[in-house]
């Protein structure tokens, strides 16, 4: 269902179906339902404005750069078979109410910035002009995760082949693995096509070098457990999955090679923004001397911040997504099971900040970068 | 059912529930079952060695102090009934079968050496003797919490006291409140009464210090989320439940003035030994210049020991306790979910060490020292 056939090419599509993919001959926008993995495989067609809306906030869909695509193809939504008068009234509403579901990320804004940008230069139909735009941004990420993940593997080469000369060096046996952690799921369910972190893991698979990963859980949502676990299974990554807490001890314990996580906005000094927890690992992974990557595209990076912990607005999620947890029962139903006393008050806090001092590159689809500010204002300057 | 009435009295026990109590009316030992709670609240018998066994490693009793005082109870309920002769030959494999259950704890083998050392002292009966014994570890430990709980209040209302300082000097509004953040349960659940990180903060309330306690879930058997939760909200402290992700980022923003945990196992060197994801709290805490103290009876330091990364073993736990979690389902029903797909691997360490640079200060019965080896050695030389 929804596959794509055909032989791998280097920055295409991988032979995997697509998390958000456009349907020309049924005009139908179709996304992974990711609330169901990793027990059930669904696609659920997006018909309207609200179901784009519901699909981010739900986090049906979610990763910064596929929750910009899927804005994108809202808009296409809202706009369908409406004329262009009618058209111009709906556009500023439609990205109002797109822009408002998720406020972290800064690809959701950047998305809409790009589509209504093809709409201000548009002079024929204002709808074919928002698909003609979204499906740009669409084949774009698959292009520049796949990009990234170039980069990434040669970084993972590097570590592999330092690896075995240590060995050598030492007098040591040949290394059987390099070991990743990762957090959350940076993988191509956060995307298109291919991921971010995990685009960097399935480059460096297509090398050869031998890789294992370490794939943290990330409560509360569980997107390590549930997505990450499934798509390394898939495509035939060997992993072990953990709890949030696991990853000092396997690095004081020399069990961790390297990090590489996403980012769902990184700012001109360097500053991180990703899941919550990934500040933590930094910590660990500094305090222990092992490379910490974050694998981005440059659209997630806001150029306007500079300070990460006071000027990203980090989203606070409900309550009951650290009371209550959802799994599979012994009779096969997803269940949702109540874990924390009646009435206990929770907060949750949705991301943190990782300080650009903690960060040992950012992989982007231009070349690794190193987290400062000269390094960005370069990158920067680079893109007009 | 079982709870001690009466008014409190500063080092007997709170008026609560004890974990483990022996009722001398009608012999019997009796225990909290904590796999039910916060759910459901059971005492369940402890009849034979077998159920004593049992009930510390499937966690119906846990924490370090209280495995202490059940292996003591276990060694009296092996001799139970008992003539001498068949006693003397059971002792060795009873401290030996209560001794594999948990294997990082040194207060198990710690307890067991005190009612063996009784033992061998004794000239009369010898299930009377371990009974004796049993009771007075329990006696011991209801006290050394209480005193530590006292000094540690003492910190706490001088963290309390330089907060309205600086608030005053700054000229802000007086504060709420002193934040604690604790990971995982230390409380009375962890000890026979009173508990440690959790004895400090109920003598502090008792001082009329207005606490708020950030409680980390504690992933993979969320005893935070389940039981610290569950005995703060009985003890009426104000509490909030987080993901253990999220401690990092409350510490960047100031939310958090102090963090208060327990310990397992400490070094001669000052390395604590405590469940995982406590050195991963540590390192933010140092990060952010908040202080990280542990608190522990000096049972649980093991003196024999310098290096707690290399010379603490680690407890490796089964694979589900990541995999499947169990909560109460919307029919009030306990059930347990499938969190992962399946076949995913999966590593379940139990502890990490955190090195003595990243502790502030150990918090005994005998006051709060210096985590390093001078104090230490000063603490163990007065116990002689």
Redesign the interface.
Known sequence: MGSIEGVEQNNGPSPHTLTIRYDAETDRVLIIDQTRL??EYIEVELKTLADACYAISSMQVRGAPLIGVTAAFGVYLSLRGKNDIAAQRIVPQAVEALAATRPTAVNLRWALTEVEASLARCEGNLAASALEAALELHAQDIKACAQLGEHGAQRLQELWDAKNERAALEGLPKPERLNILTHCNAGSLATVDWGTALAVIYKAQARGIPLHV?VD????R?QG??LT??EL?QRGVA????????????M??GYVDCCVVGSDRTTLLGDVCN???T???A??AS?NGIPFYVALPVSSIDFSLRDG?TEIP?EEREAEE?????????LGAI???????T???????G???TPARLVSGLITERGVIEANETALIKLRDSLV
Chains 1, 2 share one sequence.
């Open positions: 990793p027990h370490w859980e990330t409560r509360p569980n457990a549930s676990c499934w299974g992993h072990t999955l953990i709890v949030d807490n696991a990853g000092g001890h396997l004081q314990h899941k919550i927890g500040y933590l690992k910590l660990a305090d912990l980090i650290v009371s209550h947890i959802s799994g599979l029962d012994d269940r949702r099971v109540k874990l924390a006393p009435g206990t008050v929770v907060s949750n806090f991301f943190d900040v």
